[in-house]
C-alpha cells in the first residue's frame, strides 16, 4: 500500500473509531456522517472487511434511533458484502444484529433463522463468546414462541461451554435468560429467585446498566400479580437509572408499562400522560402500537367516553388483524364485546367475536377459540335463543377436549425442562 492510500485508510479508520465515540455518546447524526465518510473511503480502497464494520456499525445507529427497517436495509447489504468476500466473522455479527432488529419488530420467524444462522457461523469458527451471545438470543425468542424443547438445548450447550469458563459476567446473562423463562411459564416464585440472586452479583460488580433491566424484569412480574404499586416502584426505579446513565433504551415500552399501571391504580391522568409520550416516540413496532389502542380504549371507558372507546377498540382490532396476531384480537374482541354489551349492542358485539372466532380457527388457536365462544354464550343466554346456547356448549366441549390434550403435551415438555434445569447448577461462584 503506497503511502497516500495508507494515510487515506488511516483517515477512514479514525473517522470510524469518531463515529463509534458519537455512538456511544448518543448523537446518532454526527455518528452517521462519520460512518458514511468513513465508508466512502473504504469503498475506494477496497477494503471489505472494514467496510462491513461501518455498514454494521451504521446499522447499530439506526437501531438506536429506533428505525429498524432502515438498520435492515443497511443489513441486507451488509450480508451480501459478507457473502460475496467470505467474511464469516462479519456474517456472523450480521445475522446476530438482523436477529435483533427482526425480533423488536415481533417477526419472530425471521429473527429466528437470523439468530440460528449467526450460531451456525459462531459454531464453525468456534466463536465462544458469539455462539453464547446467539444461543441467548435464540432462548428469548425459544421462550417467547414457546419452543420448549429448543429452549432446553440452548440452555444446555450454554451451560457446558459456560461451565467450562470462568466467566461471571456471561454466566449471569444465561440466567438472565432463564428467569425470563421462568417468567413466561408463570412461574414467578423462580424467576424472582434467580433474579435475587442476579441482584446480589450486579450490585458486587456496580453494573448499574443490568440492574435498571432486572428492575424492569422485577416490574413486569409484580404487574402480572396485581401489585400494581409495587411494580410501578420498580419501572420508575429503571427507567430513571436508564435516563441517569444515558443510555439506549426502548422508551415506548417503559411508556406503555407505567401508563398502564396507572390505568390499573385508577390515576387516569397519569396514565394518558405516558399513553402520550408513547405517541411521541419513535417506534416501527405496530405490536406495542395495538396494545397502546387497548389501554386507550380502557382508559376511555373508565372516562365514559363512549365514542372514543369505541374508536380505539377498532383501531386494536385493525392493528392485530394487520399483524395476524388471532391471540391479541380475541383478547381485544372479548373486552370490546363486553363493553359492546354494556351499551346495549348486543348484534355489533356477536359481529365481532364471529370475526375472531373465525380468526382464531384459523390459527388453531384453541384456548382463545374456547374464550371467544365462552363469551358468544353469555350473550346468547341474555338473549334466551336456545338454539345458539346449544352449539356453542357443545363447541366448548369440543375445544376443551382439544385444549386438554394439547395443554398435557406442553406440560410433560415444561416438566422435563424444569427437572433438566434443576439438575444444573444455577449459582455464580
Not at 424467576?191 to 433491566?213: D, F, P, Q
Amino acid at each position: 500500500m503506497s503511502d497516500s492510500l495508507k494515510e487515506d485508510y488511516d483517515l477512514a479508520e479514525q473517522l470510524k473509531n469518531k463515529a463509534r465515540q458519537y455512538y456511544e455518546k448518543n448523537t446518532y447524526d454526527s455518528a452517521l456522517d462519520f460512518a458514511d465518510t468513513s465508508l466512502s473511503i473504504f469503498k475506494r480502497l477496497n477494503v471489505f472487511d472494514k467496510m462491513q464494520e461501518c455498514l454494521l456499525l451504521k446499522s447499530q445507529i439506526y437501531t438506536a434511533k429506533s428505525e429498524f427497517k432502515k438498520s435492515l436495509e443497511i443489513l441486507d447489504e451488509c450480508e451480501k458484502l459478507c457473502l460475496k468476500y467470505d467474511l464469516n466473522e462479519g456474517l456472523m455479527k450480521t445475522y446476530n444484529s438482523k436477529g435483533n432488529n427482526l425480533a423488536y419488530l415481533t417477526n419472530y420467524p425471521h429473527a429466528t433463522v437470523a439468530f440460528e444462522n449467526s450460531l451456525k457461523i459462531a459454531k464453525a469458527i468456534y466463536h465462544q463468546k458469539s455462539i453464547i451471545t446467539s444461543g441467548l438470543n435464540l432462548l428469548t425468542i425459544y421462550t417467547i414462541t414457546k419452543d420448549y424443547k429448543k429452549a432446553l438445548n440452548v440452555i444446555q450447550d450454554n451451560y457446558r461451554i459456560l461451565k467450562g469458563t470462568d466467566n461471571k459476567e456471561l454466566f449471569s446473562k444465561f440466567l438472565e435468560k432463564i428467569a425470563l423463562l421462568f417468567y413466561d411459564m408463570k412461574m414467578y416464585d423462580k424467576s424472582i429467585e434467580i433474579y435475587n440472586s442476579l441482584n446480589k452479583y450486579l450490585e458486587s460488580t456496580n453494573n448499574e446498566v443490568r440492574l435498571s433491566n432486572i428492575m424492569l424484569y422485577m416490574g413486569l412480574i409484580n404487574y402480572s400479580e396485581e401489585n400494581y404499586k409495587d411494580a410501578l416502584k420498580f419501572y420508575e426505579n429503571s427507567f430513571n437509572l436508564k435516563e441517569k446513565l444515558k443510555i439506549d433504551f426502548i422508551k415506548v415500552v417503559y411508556y406503555l408499562n407505567l401508563g398502564n399501571t396507572y390505568l390499573k391504580l385508577g390515576e387516569l391522568e397519569n396514565a394518558e400522560k405516558y399513553f402520550k409520550m408513547f405517541l411521541n416516540e419513535q417506534n416501527e413496532n405496530k405490536l406495542y402500537l395495538g396494545m397502546l389502542y387497548e389501554s386507550e380504549a380502557e382508559l376511555n371507558i373508565k372516562r365514559n367516553n363512549i365514542e372514543l372507546a369505541i374508536e380505539f377498540f377498532e383501531k386494536a382490532l385493525e392493528v392485530f388483524k394487520n399483524l395476524e396476531r388471532a391471540d391479541k384480537f380475541s383478547e381485544v374482541s372479548i373486552n370490546y364485546a363486553k363493553f359492546l354489551k354494556t351499551i346495549s349492542k348486543s348484534e355489533k358485539a356477536i359481529a365481532i367475536l364471529e370475526e375472531a372466532m373465525k380468526f382464531c380457527e384459523q390459527k388453531t388457536l384453541f384456548s382463545n377459540l374456547t374464550d371467544t365462544c365462552k363469551e358468544l354464550l353469555l350473550i346468547y343466554t341474555g338473549l334466551n335463543d336456545l338454539e345458539k346456547i346449544k352449539f356453542y356448549e357443545n363447541k366448548i366441549k369440543y375445544l376443551n377436549l382439544l385444549k386438554e390434550k394439547k395443554e398435557n403435551k406442553t406440560e410433560e415438555d415444561i416438566a422435563k425442562l424444569i427437572s433438566d434445569i434443576k439438575n444444573l447448577n444455577l449459582t455464580i461462584q
